[in-house]
């Protein structure tokens, strides 16, 4: 069974910096993309960053490049998102997850992933 668990979610001022983790379980973590996605009320779940399974490939959404590291740690099967200069527009649920495709290409849309985490609330205040 696959699970993913987010932590790291919290209240920030705007500028400050949080690192959200997940951690994974079920199956072989190193051989998957995996992906940070958020969902603020009332808006569609959007990708924020994504990293392949090999070579540390990433992508990132525009709304957060230059502000986001994603980084990934194969041996403890987890993956993070430093978040720095955070705004107000930043505030959403935030969710971990990890592709559908083994040993494929780096995935950055939503559909292209299989299973998720339950969330983890980034409030960030003026």
């Known amino acids: 069974q696959v699970q993913l668990v987010e932590s790291g979610g919290g209240l920030v001022q705007a500028g400050g910096s949080l690192r959200l983790s997940c951690t994974a379980s079920?199956?072989?973590?190193?051989?998957?993309?995996m992906g940070w996605f958020r969902q603020a009320p009332g808006k569609d779940r959007e990708v924020v960053a994504a990293i392949s399974w090999r070579n540390g490939l990433t992508y990132y959404a525009d709304s957060v490049k230059s502000r986001s590291i994603i980084s990934r740690d194969n041996a403890q099967n987890k993956v993070y998102l430093q978040m720095n200069s955070l705004k107000p527009e930043d505030t959403a649920a935030y969710y971990c997850?990890?592709?559908?495709?083994?040993?494929?290409?780096?995935?950055?849309?939503?559909?292209?992933?299989?299973?998720w985490g339950q969330g983890t609330q980034v409030t960030v205040s003026l």
């Open positions: 997850a990890t592709s559908t495709t083994r040993f494929g290409t780096l995935s950055t849309r939503e559909d292209e992933y299989a299973y």
């Open positions: 079920g199956r072989t973590f190193s051989s998957y993309s």
